[in-house]
């Protein structure tokens, strides 16, 4: 006959190979799970890389466009009022679009006249005394200002209240 010892210790050694295995196993899985989190975590930052990127090279472009709509804007108020011909109408509906892809592209003017000044935003190119206008007050716009998704793309040069 067998001796049950020695089946009890076999038995006991396959226990203990099977837990062995078993910590094992969990460990594989453990770090497998850690490297898939890694990866996918990975992935987010590249994604969110490449769209900086994208928005950068947007906005290099967006600036080489930003001084022809200023100029666009300025042409328009230089208008008399009582000179409204088709060809008006048409610079005024280029005018429009121009807006309409600025604002599409997440690109906004800059707020200046009569909002207090604030470096973050302006640029001060002069100081004035001005009644009715208390100090640090921006009384009038040298050149428009523009955001691009809440971040300053160009400051606003602004002469401000003495």
Same mark, same amino acid.
């Given at each position: 006959? =067998?001796?049950?010892?020695? /089946?009890?210790? $076999?038995?006991?050694? *396959? $226990?203990? $190979?099977?837990?062995?295995?078993? !910590?094992?196993?969990? =460990?594989? &899985? %453990?770090?497998?799970?850690?490297?898939?989190? /890694?990866? +996918? %975590?990975?992935?987010?930052? *590249?994604?969110? !890389?490449?769209?900086? +990127?994208? /928005?950068?090279?947007? @906005?290099?472009?967006?600036?080489?466009?930003?001084?022809?709509?200023?100029?666009?804007? !300025?042409?328009?108020?230089?208008?008399?009022? /009582?000179?409204?011909? %088709?060809?008006?109408?048409? #610079?005024?509906?280029?005018?429009?679009?121009?807006?309409?892809?600025? !604002?599409?592209?997440?690109?906004?003017? +800059?707020? *200046?006249?009569?909002?207090?000044?604030?470096? =973050?935003?302006? =640029?001060?190119? @002069?100081?004035?005394?001005?009644?009715?206008?208390?100090?640090? +007050?921006?009384?009038?716009?040298?050149?428009?200002?523009? &955001?691009?998704?809440?971040?300053?793309? #160009?400051?606003?040069?602004?002469?401000?209240?003495?």
């Amino acid at each position: 006959m =067998e001796d049950p010892k020695k /089946d009890d210790n $076999q038995i006991d050694d *396959t $226990q203990k $190979q099977i837990e062995d295995l078993k !910590k094992q196993c969990d =460990e594989y &899985l %453990n770090g497998w799970k850690r490297a898939k989190a /890694d990866y +996918i %975590n990975f992935k987010k930052e *590249t994604e969110e !890389k490449q769209k900086e +990127i994208i /928005d950068f090279a947007n @906005s290099v472009i967006v600036v080489k466009m930003i001084p022809i709509y200023d100029n666009l804007k !300025k042409a328009l108020s230089s208008i008399p009022v /009582d000179k409204k011909d %088709n060809w008006v109408e048409g #610079i005024v509906q280029i005018k429009k679009q121009f807006e309409d892809f600025l !604002k599409a592209n997440g690109i906004e003017e +800059i707020k *200046t006249i009569g909002e207090k000044f604030d470096p =973050e935003f302006h =640029e001060a190119v @002069s100081k004035e005394k001005k009644e009715g206008f208390e100090s640090g +007050i921006i009384i009038s716009e040298a050149n428009p200002g523009y &955001l691009i998704k809440g971040k300053v793309l #160009i400051p606003a040069k602004v002469i401000v209240a003495e």
